[in-house]
């Protein structure tokens, strides 16, 4: 198989599994907080977020360092050490785990009832351990199927272990069985994640031992990558998710916990399969620049920051619009408060995939240390920001403070890549596209709580695509070499039809000309 077909593969059992994960793990994610109602899932969300968090510290280091190293050495024709580095790394990961169970059992000793209240601590302390330690196995089983370049595991696991999860989550509800049950049942898709990817992985690696040591060399290396990587994602899970539940528990309620994290899990799948998709592509695409000069570079940075504005924008501005029958339809009356904190972390999320452009110039650049110093600065900021304003405002004080880690986060990312590329971003040009998004989701009001909840956003989101795109040609948010390939575009996939859209193009296209 050449270059070319291997990556096509390759991209094709990713999206498989990021789509299949993302869409199933919404409905699953809808069924709980459907079942547990806002109090039991922000309790429930606390508990899993200490899973996740417990994840990101031990598998950070050792699942890049599984990726980065079995890749170099299948490359540099050095196959019969990637059991042993596998070992070395396995080893190096039960080091981590068991620093993190240590760590675990005290914070739950010293803070349980406030972080995870209703949950008996000894056996939330026995779940949290086995927990951590499946999925942490799991992903560090894809992180080496990756160095392998095997991605058809991923989208395996997904396909089969996603939707049984799905359908026992389904089986509680039904049920009607309380939390624990839930509980369990995270246990037992952890062990099928982890069990199939493990045999999967196994039959993959190399023939060899295990035993025989490293090269000297390459032991300092992997130490460095482990420490280096651990700390970058330890303190960027802490920056990019919810803490807040955590905070809304200790200093509000469970309640304002569920309501939050209602909103922000729709809010974070809505950028990410939006603007985020064309953000993927964005950390090649800006290293290919660097390669061909710093002015390539800031080019590609504002006009890849253009287009992100043109996606994220509308989004926000018809998200915001339609987010009471968007959650009412999703999640039921209960969280009529998750509408507020759906809007304000969707501008928050969507702010920050527009900033995307960015921070993939900076690590393009070699600027490593300057992103990892923002993380930690966003990090300290939004700890502190939570313990304070949540004290004193709860779920208001967890949205003011989210808001304004999202604005720190984006605008500083952006002032260090321009800054970096010695590029300008087209101000302008983003000042119209909010415009024509703001303009688009105004007739949407129109059908505000007029209509049912499906059907208003139905009529809502045919309105505002329809508006939409013409208002970007009429404020000038295209240039010309966009349009010309709109053109190029509607006359080789719609053969020039409709009519209407040939001269709406023509049109825009004078538009942009005009001085």
């Known amino acids: 198989m050449n270059l070319r077909a291997r990556t096509l593969r390759n991209t094709m059992f990713s999206s498989v599994a990021m789509y299949t994960e993302f869409a199933l793990g919404m409905l699953t994610s809808i069924i709980i907080a459907r079942h547990l109602g806002p109090e039991g899932f922000g309790a429930y969300s606390a508990v899993i977020w200490l899973v996740g968090m417990g994840v990101a510290a031990v598998n950070s280091g050792t699942a890049s360092a599984a990726i980065k190293f079995v890749a170099e050495l299948r490359g540099a024709d050095r196959e019969s050490q990637v059991r042993p580095l596998v070992a070395y790394l396995r080893r190096a990961q039960r080091g981590f785990l ?14 349980g009832s406030h972080v995870a209240p209703g949950f008996h601590h000894g056996m939330l302390f026995a779940f949290l351990a086995l927990a951590v330690a499946l999925r942490a196995g799991y992903m560090f089983n894809i992180g080496i199927a990756k160095g392998l370049e095997d991605f058809r ?25 309380p939390v624990e049950w839930l509980l369990l049942v995270f246990l037992v898709s952890g062990v099928m994640f982890y069990g199939m990817s493990r045999s999967q992985v196994e039959k993959l690696l190399p023939p060899g031992e295990n035993l025989p040591a490293l090269p000297p060399e390459l032991v300092p290396r992997v130490r460095r990558q482990m420490l280096y990587s651990t700390l970058i994602v330890t303190v960027g899970f802490i920056a990019a998710s919810e803490i807040e539940i955590l905070f809304l528990n200790a200093y509000a309620d469970s309640h304002a916990a569920g309501q939050f994290k209602v909103g922000y899990q729709l809010a974070s799948g809505a950028a990410a399969l939006v603007p985020g998709v064309f953000g993927a592509l964005l950390l090649p695409m800006m290293a290919n620049a660097l390669s061909q000069g710093r002015e390539v570079a800031g080019y590609r940075y504002a006009a890849s920051t253009a287009y992100l504005m043109l996606l994220a924008a509308p989004l926000v501005a018809f998200g915001i619009v339609l987010s009471d029958p968007l959650v009412d339809l999703l999640y039921g009356h209960e969280y009529e408060e998750a509408s507020i904190a759906f809007s304000v972390c969707l501008a928050g999320a969507a702010l920050t995939a527009s900033a995307q452009a960015g921070s993939s110039l900076l690590i393009s650049a070699d600027r490593q240390r300057a992103v990892l110093l923002l993380l930690m600065v966003c990090g300290v900021l939004k700890i502190t920001l939570d313990a304070v304003l949540i004290h004193f405002d709860g779920l208001r004080g967890a949205l003011i403070a989210f808001a304004v880690v999202s604005l720190v986060n984006a605008f500083t990312y952006t002032a260090l890549a321009i800054r970096e590329s010695g590029a300008s971003l087209d101000w302008g040009r983003l000042s119209r596209t909010i415009l024509a998004s703001a303009i688009a989701a105004c007739p949407l009001l129109l059908v505000h709580h007029h209509l049912p909840p499906l059907a208003e956003i139905a009529v809502g989101a045919m309105l505002g695509a329809t508006l939409y795109l013409p208002l970007t040609l009429w404020l000038r948010c295209w240039t010309a070499n966009d349009i010309d390939y709109m053109r190029h575009l509607h006359q080789r996939l719609l053969k020039g039809y409709p009519r209407f859209g040939t001269r709406l193009l023509d049109w825009a296209r004078l538009r942009v000309e005009a001085p």
């Open 98 to 111: 068991a620093i993190v169970i240590v760590i675990g059992g005290l914070a739950l000793w010293l803070a």
């Open 153 to 177: 595991i991923n989208a395996m696991v997904a396909l089969v272990s996603t939707p049984v999860n799905l359908a026992m989550v389904a089986a509680v509800w039904l049920l009607d069985l």
